[in-house]
């Protein structure tokens, strides 16, 4: 079975800095799909970044991106000019590319960031 | 756009009680699934529905019992509320094809005494 693991349990960054989450999994299959998600004091899981295994350019949006190793099974997400907003619990998601209903969707334990002003 | 909508959002029980969680979502998303966050163990997959009309078993299923209507929605009961039971609850839905991300409710803080 496949496993997903954040080693840091909070995190913070001085506000217009940049940080960085780490992830790592673990996975014996070649095809599969990488997650970011945010999890604001609202509790609502937000989709922030995506990564498909086969690709080997790492995925960016706006001042999101990811740093995908495939070979090191890491998965580590950069918060570029943070921002006050982005204080929130971020989880690192696995899913299989065999995946095909979903119930192999696999989360990390998260990291909780906190944005000083 | 609703997406998926899960009710209630907070509640408290008491040890023995039962009571469902409802879950709908309108994007027509074929899978659903409910989890619990706890803290420090990221999402579990309690029970899952691959389609209308199927149910099956996650990671941690024991002590609840679930339903799917039909399509758009799928409920998450609780027969004997225990303290260990005592989480956040989210529904989400998948498309179905292996490329798509999950979308989630906006979970529901069970509290048992």
């Known amino acids: 079975a496949q496993t997903v693991t954040q080693s840091q349990p909070e995190m913070s960054v001085q506000e217009a800095e940049t940080v960085t989450l780490s992830c790592t999994y673990d996975?014996?299959?070649?095809?599969?799909?990488l997650f970011w998600y945010k999890q604001p004091p609202s509790r609502q899981m937000i989709l922030v970044i995506r990564?498909?295994?086969?690709?080997?350019q790492n995925a960016t949006e706006n001042r999101f991106s990811v740093n995908f190793q495939k070979a090191a099974k890491s998965f580590s997400l950069k918060i570029s000019d943070s921002q006050l907003g982005d204080a929130a619990m971020y989880f690192c998601?696995?899913?299989?590319?065999?995946?095909?209903?979903?119930?192999?969707?696999?989360f990390g334990p998260g990291t909780r960031l906190s944005v000083l002003p | 756009n609703a997406g998926v909508t899960q009710t209630p959002k907070f509640q408290v029980l008491k040890t023995g009680q039962s009571m469902t969680l409802q879950c709908a979502q309108d994007?027509?998303?074929?899978?659903m699934y409910w989890y619990r966050q706890d803290p420090g163990m990221g999402l579990r997959l309690i029970y899952y529905?691959?389609?209308?009309?199927?149910?099956d078993k996650g990671e941690v299923p024991n002590g609840y019992n679930v339903s799917r209507l039909n399509k758009r929605e799928f409920s998450l009961r609780l027969e004997s509320a225990a303290p260990s039971q005592t989480s956040v609850y989210f529904c989400?839905?998948?498309?179905?094809?292996?490329?798509?991300?999950?979308?989630f409710g906006q979970g529901t803080r069970l509290t048992v005494v």
């Open positions: 996975t014996s299959e070649s095809d599969y799909y």
């Open positions: 998601a696995y899913r299989s590319a065999w995946d095909n209903y979903g119930q192999n969707f696999v």
């Open positions: 529905s691959a389609s209308e009309g199927t149910t």
């Open positions: 989400a839905s998948i498309l179905g094809t292996v490329n798509t991300e999950a979308f």
């Open positions: 990564q498909e295994a086969y690709k080997q």
């Open positions: 994007m027509n998303h074929n899978s």
